[in-house]
C-alpha cells in the first residue's frame, strides 16, 4: 500500500475528509434554515401569487442573482472581514462556514422557488377555499406539496458545496480540496491527489443516493 | 341564500381590459340544486368563485345568505370560507396526504374541532362517500371517481351551508359521473345543502338541478326551471347544449322527414301526462292516424317528460291538435 502511495498520510486525510464533512453539513444547515424562507418569501411575493409585491420581489430577486454571480472564490476573499464579525476568525473550517452560506442560501432560495411554482395552482386555489389563513396555505399545502422538490434541491445545494468547499484552502479552511491542491497539485503528489479526488467522488455519490432515496420516499405521486 | 346582483368583472390583460362577466344578476334559493352551464369562455367558473370570494367582482353586490359579502376581508372571509364547500374538475386533492388527512385538513385549518371529533367525523365522511376502506390510502392510488369522492367528503367537512361544484364531473367517464352526480344528489336531499353546480354538459344539469342559467360571452342568456329550459330552450346557446346532447342535426332531420305524409307535430308531455295512454285516446276520439318518427321519454331531475315527433294523417287533424293542447301537452308544428 505505501509502496503504491508514497505520499500518502492517512490520518491527515481523515482530518481532511472530517473538515470537508464540517464545512458542508455545518453550512448546509444555514443554508436551510435561511433559504427556506428566502425561497418561500420569494415565491410568494413573485408574479400572480398570494403576496404579489412586484417592488420587494425586485430587490430580493436582484440581491439573490447579485449573490449568485460572484464566483465563490471572490466572495471566500471579500467576505473575510465579514467572517470575522461573525465567528471571530476567518481562517480554519468556521471561517469558511460564513461564505458557503452566502453563497449557497441563494442558489437554495431559487431553487425552493423554483419547487414551490410546480405546486399545482389547484391545490393552492383548493385550499384557500378552505378558508385557510396565507401562513395555513404555505405550511399546510405549499412545503409538505413541494417536500420532495425542496429535497432534491437540498441534495444539488450539498454537491455544490462539496466542490466550493474545495477552494477553502485559500483561506486555510482545510478539507479534501485543499489537499488536493497543496499536496496533489503544488507538490506534484499525484497519489495525493487521485486519493482525495476519489474521496470526493464517493462522497457526491452518497449524497445523491441519499437524497434520491429521501425524494422518493416523500413522494406520492 | 346566494345572490348576484349587477355583476361586472373585468381583466387587464396586457393593458387592455377584457370583460369576464356582464350585468349578471342572479338568485339562488335555499336547498335547492342550482346549474350554471356554458362553454368554455362564458365566465361560469368565474362567477362560481365570486361566491367564496376567490374572485372578486369589479362591480355590484355578492349576497350570501343574507349578508353582503362583497367587500369580506381577514376573518371575515376566512370563515365565510369555511362554511362554503368546493369540489373541482381535477379534484385538487393534497397529494402528500392520506385520504384521511385530506379530508381532516379542513377541519384542522378551522382549528375548532379536538382530535377526537376530527377522527370521528372523517369516518362518518368516508364512510358516507363510500370510501370507509380507503382511509390510509394516498390520492395516487385513488381512480379518478374515487378522488372526486374524497373531494366531496372534504368539502363537507366543517359542515358547510353551500357546495360549489367546478366542472366537478368533467374528468370522469360516464359511469362514474353518473355515480358522482347521484351522490351530490342525495346529498343535497339529505343535509338540505345549496349546491350550485358548473358544467357544460347538459346531462349533469338535467339530472340533478332544479334551476339553471345558460351563460355566453359572460352574460347570462337564459334561465329558468331545469325542464322549461330544457324543453323549450329559447336562446341558441341553450338550443346547441340541448341538441347536442341528442346527438341530432335539425336540418338534417327535417330532409328525414320529407317524404313523410301529414302534419308533423312535436309534442312535449310534461309529468304524470307522459305515462298517459294520450295517443291512442286521440286516435279513437278524432279518428287520425298517427307514426312516430321520432322520440323520448326520460326525466329531469325528478321530472318525467316526454318528447315525441309525429306524423298526423287522415281523421280531424285541428281537432287532435286542439284536443291535445287541452290535456297539457305542448304541441309545436313542424311542418304544415
Redesign the interface.
Known sequence: MSELLPNVRWWEIGVASWDTVLMVGGSLLFIVLLGLPLGVLLFLTGKRQLLEQPALYGVVSFVVNVLRSVPFIILLIVMIPVTVIIVGTSLDVAGVIPPLVAAGTPFFARLVETSLREV?R??I?????????TR?IVL??LL??A?PGIIAGITVTAITLVSYAAMAGVVGGGGLGDLAIRYGYQRFQTDVMIITVVLLVVFVQLLQMIGDRLVLY?S?? | MIEFQDIEKTYEVDGRSVSALREVGLRVEPGEVFGIIGHSGAGKSTLLRLINLIERPTAGRVRVDGRDVTDYTGWQLLNLRREIGMIFQHFNLLSSKTVRANVAFPMKLAGTYGAQAIRERVEELLARVGLADQANKYPSQLSGGQKQRVGIARALACKPKILLCDEATSALDPQTTQSVLELISDINLELGITVVLVTHEMDAIRRVCDRVAVMDGGEIVESGDSADVFLHPKHPTTHSFVFEREHVDEDERREDFAHVPGRIVKLTLRGEATYRPILGDLAQQTGVDYSILSGRVDHIKRTPYGQLTLSLVGGDVDQAMRELERSDVHVEVIRQ
Request: hydrophobic share 40%.
Open positions: 399545482d389547484g391545490v386555489e383548493a385550499t384557500q377555499a378552505m378558508g385557510a389563513s395555513q399546510g399545502a409538505p406539496e417536500l416523500f406520492r405521486r
